[in-house]
Each structure stands twice: as structure tokens, then as C-alpha cells.
């Protein structure tokens, strides 16, 4: 190829009369010699794509597996969950490296690499990724608190938190990503910093008054919403860097139905969300759409009753469970913040994506229809398949169940890109003070994950967490069983095929012969939805 063009090159600049034909076969020569295959940023990456199974998390499912009798309908449906793709938690900056100063996972290019090693054919492998290390961290709680401090805190951290943040978290994640950024085979989506915006709006005054909240907030309370505080000014950085990657697609977190579903709290949230995106280089083109569900355990459909629904003179909505809240599961809520959202200026291909890993509900306990009560209270609390006693219950709850496995362009509304399994089940949402795991006793973590406690931002009812939980983001093989267990839809007891055979058929008359091909791919797991 190289003497070709050499002596196309040659013949030009001898001053042939067909020299410019032979420059222009030069060139085309040029053009196919380099791979014109390159990473393409499209509306819904979920779209055509397979999706990156775990190794990490497989490992996880097959500790429980041997906790349970081999070969029974349990551990067969284990090992179906094991094949389901989960998201990979960037928690800590120990995570970008990976190995024994993150619990033995893998690290963000290994990672990257078994991806590309599970990837076939010309369909993309997505990778879902959690952008997940802002200084102080959930500012609302003491379960998932992280590494770095708004302020120095030599000499572990002697920079402050947002130069931190910047130089040792988002740039080591991006110089990474940005080595695979032309390769058509892998899109990466990013959910950027669960919880953090939400909290923002609702507690640094508008629902409750939390110090380190408004500590976050540059200091200040509702409704002066800050877009100097740590956690916009560092989501702002992550949008910055990572949209300049083609193959990358930002997610920011919107809570979920029993957080911002409120009028009055969807109403503040969408001019938030709307100027956090304006603020950054691309404007609102920088957050390719938004996610519900990670933090929580709200239904995707509440299937037996709606909202507006009228018992005994008196909406659905108005009860006691839902406290005038009219988004009573995650699909209603995300359609209506979606359209708020493109109403206020966001383009209208903003994708929504509902997290689907914990909110199944099923197992005995589950309705199988409306109740048949005239009484309001009575008929929700017999009829939803939410069995917690409070919406804003969040740690480790009982009687959870996996809910539909990741699913591409489920419906409902046109802009659900997709289910998807980003909080891993089975992993711990937190420990509190007196939990014992593996026979040593917790003196620190949550007190709302402790079940004979009662939480103060849940009408003061308690958790329902299940006892004895471990660290956040431990494998937990008590919870994972339960979940398994109550999965709705059930889960299957063998695994699904990793591969589809297909042929185009041909006719063979009698007397005659004929070939075919047939066509041999592999699939991603993928349940039609039945909520």
C-alpha cells in the first residue's frame, strides 16, 4: 500500500496531465486503508447495543449460589441473575485502579476490556458506569458518606474537595474513557452523582433544613439554589468532561416518585436541573437524559389502581400512603418530568431511564388485584404493591424482590429509553450502629438502616430495613435471597440462551435439493416487561 502511494505521489510531482486523478486515488486509497468505522452519538444507546454483564457481580451471585442446595430451583435462578447486566460503581478513586484497595473488583480499564471481550458482531457493548464520588457525599444520610471533604484535610487530602474531586477522580476516569472514545464497539453510560441534585432541591429547605446539605449548597437554603456549591460545581465539571467523548452518554439522577413527584418539588427541580445543564460548555446538550429509581424501591407501575382514581369520594392520591403525591409509581413520575423537561428546554430526544433492580414486589405478599374497599386508606394499602409503609423508606427494605430485568425501549412513553439494573441487587444500601455481620458489630453507619429505628424523613415510621446489614455496596447474600425469592416476574429456573439461531428458510420440492445458512448471534437478556 505504501509504494502504491509513494508512486501515485511521484507521478504528481512529475507534473503528469492526470495527476490530479491520481492524488484523488490516493486519497481513496488513504480512506480505506483507515477504519471510517467510528463511534457514532445517537439518540438512544441502548438501541441496537448488548450490555456488559459484570464479571465482579457474577462472582458476587456465585458466592450465594454455594450457600444454597446445588441443582434446587433457587440456585438455578441465581444463575440466571448472573447473567443479567449490572452497573460497575466508580465509589471511590481506589475503584478507577481496582484490586485490593477495592475489595478485589476489577478497575475501570479491566473493566473496559472484558467488555470488549464479551462484544460480537457489529453490535455495540454498553457499559454502565457510576460517576459516584462527590465531596461529602450524600449530604441526607450516614450510609454512603465518601472519601473527600468540601474543605482540605491534610495530608490525606491537601487540596480541597473540588480540586480533589477534579484532578484525582473525574480526569483519571476521563484520560481512561478518552482512549476508547473513536471506538465504535463500546458506549459507556454515566450516571453522575445519585442523589446529589435532588438533595439540593428538597433538603436544604424546601423539605427539610439538613446542615451538610446546605454546606453542599455553597452555604446556602432554598430557594437561593446555588450553582457554586460543591456538588454543582463538580457535576458540572463531570458533564464538561465527558461530553466531549463521543461514545459517552451523562445521566443525572432525578430521584425518584416519593421524592421530587410532589408538585411542588417537580416545579423547583426542573428550573434547577435546566440551569445546571445551561451552566456547562454544551448547554443542556451536555445530559443525554435522566434516571430514577437507583436509591429506592418504587414500583415502575402500580398495576391494580391510578392515581386520580376515585374511593369514597376521594382520590387515590390523596391517602395516607401517598400524601397528595399524584406520581404514585416511576413510570408517571418520569413522563411527567420528562415532559417538564423538554417544556423548559431540553431537547425533545431526552431519554428517561427507570431502575428496575429492587422494585419487583412480588413473593406471597403481592396483591393480585384491586381491593374491593370503599374505605381510601384501606384500599392503597391493600391494593399497592409497594409493601413498604412509607415512600420515603430507602435502606435495605423487606420483602424487596428483583423487578424486570434490563430492557431496551420498554414503552409507556416514547422517551423510556430503557430498564436497567444499575444499583446491583444483593449489594448493601448500609450498615448502622449495632448491626452484626460476619460476627463483628458495626459502631458506625445509618440509623435509618437499623429496623428498630424510626425515621424522621418517613413520617417518623420505622425503616423496615432488614437486620444485621453490612457496609454499603457489600454483597449481602440474606438480601440477595430475598430479592431472588420475590422477584416479579419470577425469575426463570434455567438460564436464558446467550445466542439466537435464525435462517431466511428456503422451499425443497420433492425429488429435489436445496441449501441454507443459518445465522448463529448472541443476545442480550432482555425480558418483555409484565410489571
Known sequence: MNQLLNWLCRSVSRGRPDGRVFASIALLILAIDVPIALAQHVANPFVGATQYVNPDYAREVNSAIATVPAGSTLANQMSVVATYPTAVWLDRMAA????????????????????????KGTQPIIVELVIYDLPDRDCAALASNGEI????????????????????YITPIFNILSSFSTNPNIRFVLVIEDDSLPNMITNTGLSFSLPNCI???????YPNLSMNGVYVQGIQYALNQFHSLPNVYNYLDVGHHGWLGWPANLTAAVPFFLKVAQGTTAGVRSVDGF???TANYGPTKEPFMTANEVIGGTPVFNSAFYQFNPNIDEEDYAAQFDAALISAGFPSTLGFL???SRNGWGGPNRPTGASTSTVLNTFVDATKIDQRDDMGQWCNQENQGLGVP?????????NLYAYVWIKPPGESDGNYPGSVFNGVTSTTGDPNCDPAHSNALANNML??????????????????QTLVQNAFPPIPGTTAPGFTVSAPGVTVEQGTTATDSVTVSRSTVSIAPSI
Not at 453542599?216 to 437554603?221: C, F, L, T, Y
Not at 425503616?463 to 440477595?480: D, L, V
Request: net charge negative; glycine share 10%.
Open 96 to 119: 478507577i485502579a481496582g484490586g485490593s484497595a477495592n475489595n478485589g473488583r476489577m478497575g475501570l480499564q479491566q473493566h473496559i476490556e472484558a467488555a470488549l471481550a464479551q462484544q
Open 354 to 356: 427507570i431502575d428496575t
Open 149 to 168: 471533604s468540601i474543605a482540605p484535610n491534610p495530608p490525606t487530602q491537601p487540596l480541597s474537595g473540588i480540586a480533589t474531586y477534579e484532578q484525582n
Open 291 to 293: 434516571i430514577t429509581n
Open 215 to 221: 454546606a453542599a449548597n455553597d452555604g446556602q437554603s
Open 406 to 414: 434490563p430492557t431496551v425501549s420498554p414503552g409507556f412513553f416514547t
Open 463 to 480: 425503616t423496615g430495613a432488614i437486620p444485621n446489614s453490612p457496609p454499603a455496596g457489600t454483597f449481602w447474600t440474606t438480601e440477595f
